[in-house]
């Protein structure tokens, strides 16, 4: 005898049916009438089952569309506030009498106004280069007393708290290393 699924093994012996031999025809009919059923049932399980997981699938596909819209907008909104710190930033550092020189840590600069252009009379493709070095040996030309200024800076990028002042071409500038924290 073959071995028979569980299942329908259940069914026969609750029909009262020996699979051994043939069934009576009203057993038959009973049991072909409890196979139609459980795969009436069955065709439902399935049906509920691909509705919820249709259903869930779609409110997942909300949730998710709702959230990187909601991800989109806060994006945009900090995007906005930055762009108007830098535009407020930028704005004082221009509209400031003096001369400013932004520089990382890594000696690459960060920032710098117009009037520190004018003020060391420079290429503004040297300041554009964004390297520190550079614009330290060209304003080095620009300075009374070269190797005191250098050894000078060298030291302030090391002691950010302190100041000090050098003399350009016959004009005082007072200028200071300052951490950014």
Same mark, same amino acid.
């Given at each position: 005898?073959?071995?028979?699924?569980?299942?329908?093994?259940?069914?026969?012996?609750?029909?009262?049916?020996?699979?051994?031999?043939?069934?009576?025809?009203?057993?038959?009919?009973?049991?072909?009438?409890?196979?139609?059923?459980?795969?009436?049932?069955?065709?439902?399980?399935?049906?509920?089952?691909?509705?919820?997981?249709?259903?869930?699938?779609?409110?997942?596909?909300?949730?998710?569309?709702?959230?990187?819209?909601?991800?989109?907008?806060?994006?945009?909104?900090?995007?906005? @506030?930055?762009?108007?710190?830098?535009?407020?930033?930028?704005?004082?550092?221009?509209?400031?009498?003096?001369?400013?020189?932004?520089?990382?840590?890594?000696?690459?600069?960060?920032?710098?106004?117009?009037?520190?252009?004018?003020?060391?009379?420079?290429?503004?493709?040297?300041?554009?280069?964004?390297?520190?070095?550079?614009?330290?040996?060209?304003?080095?030309? @620009?300075?009374?007393?070269?190797?005191?200024?250098?050894?000078?800076?060298?030291?302030?990028?090391?002691?950010?708290?302190?100041?000090?002042?050098?003399?350009?071409?016959?004009?005082?500038?007072?200028?200071?290393?300052?951490?950014?924290?």
């Amino acid at each position: 005898m073959t071995t028979l699924h569980q299942l329908l093994a259940r069914q026969l012996e609750r029909l009262g049916i020996d699979a051994e031999a043939l069934p009576s025809p009203a057993s038959w009919c009973a049991l072909l009438e409890t196979v139609s059923q459980t795969y009436t049932e069955a065709a439902q399980e399935r049906f509920t089952m691909e509705h919820a997981l249709a259903s869930s699938s779609r409110e997942l596909r909300q949730l998710y569309d709702d959230l990187q819209h909601a991800s989109d907008a806060e994006l945009a909104g900090e995007r906005d @506030k930055l762009s108007k710190s830098v535009a407020i930033h930028e704005a004082t550092l221009e509209a400031s009498p003096d001369g400013v020189l932004i520089v990382s840590e890594d000696r690459y600069v960060v920032g710098y106004n117009q009037r520190l252009v004018e003020l060391w009379d420079l290429n503004p493709e040297l300041f554009a280069s964004r390297d520190a070095d550079r614009l330290l040996d060209a304003g080095l030309d @620009k300075v009374v007393h070269r190797e005191a200024y250098a050894e000078r800076v060298r030291h302030l990028s090391e002691h950010l708290d302190e100041s000090s002042v050098a003399e350009v071409l016959g004009s005082i500038f007072r200028f200071r290393l300052e951490a950014v924290r």
